[in-house]
């Protein structure tokens, strides 16, 4: 058990919606973040959120945006969805210097 | 960029040693994670090594060379519950993990 939640479990949108998951955690560091992983591969940073700011981004559009709330909860929001979205949405939360715990994902379906 | 490569698939018989190489070219190094993910769950973290050296951590060991931009994971006493894929990551900076494809382990009976 890792302590982090995520909303919804599963998804299906279509193409051009918006989309917003939600991931939440019981206590721990102020750090939060989030990753896409597509079928058979491993997963890809998108951001990653300190003191409800972000501070690191990775390869994703700005399509793909966030916030976190003060209570260690976070938002991923995803505009104008393409197929390609389609994949499992991981949040990690760091406890300790070095140990990142993920949630059990979303599972986003764009037709 | 980040380059992170580790094998597809392997299979192993059920009490075997099975050991996944990984290696990487990262613009940056602030440790090593494995991470063990079965099928349509979230990774679990099995284990973290910044210094070179092997780390033990009951039947799983991971061993690293930063100069040779090289690790392995050990899997022994092979398990049917161990059939999962195992991911490499490195982490570049603060918290900011780049993750290999994932080595996916069959154990066999």
């Known amino acids: 058990e890792t302590g982090v939640t995520q909303s919804p479990t599963h998804l299906i949108k279509t193409r051009g919606q918006q989309v917003t998951l939600r991931c939440s955690s019981q206590s721990g560091h102020n750090t939060v973040s989030w990753y896409q992983q597509a079928l058979g591969q491993g997963p890809q940073f998108i951001f990653q959120y300190y003191r409800e700011e972000e501070n690191g981004r990775g390869n994703f559009p700005p399509r793909f945006s966030g916030l976190q709330f003060p209570n260690y909860s976070s938002e991923l929001n995803v505009n104008a969805l393409e197929l390609d979205d389609s994949a499992l949405y991981l949040c990690?939360?760091?406890?300790?210097?070095?140990?990142?715990?993920f949630g059990p994902g979303t599972r986003l379906t764009v037709t | 960029g980040q380059n992170i490569d580790q094998p597809t698939e392997m299979t192993a018989t059920e009490g075997a040693i099975v050991q996944i190489n990984c290696t990487y070219q990262?613009?940056?190094?602030?440790?090593l994670f494995w991470y063990q993910q079965h099928a349509g769950e979230a990774p679990t973290f099995l284990s973290y090594n910044v210094l070179d050296g092997l780390e033990e951590k009951g039947r799983f060991s991971s061993f690293l060379s930063r100069s040779k931009g090289y690790s392995y994971l050990l899997l022994k006493e092979l398990q049917m519950k161990d059939s999962a894929s195992y991911l490499c990551?490195?982490?570049?900076?603060?918290?900011?993990?780049?993750f290999g494809a994932g080595t996916t382990v069959t154990v066999r009976a």
């Open positions: 990551a490195v982490r570049d900076g603060d918290y900011k993990l780049s």
């Open positions: 990262t613009s940056g190094f602030n440790g």
């Open positions: 990690a939360r760091a406890r300790r210097d070095h140990e990142q715990y």
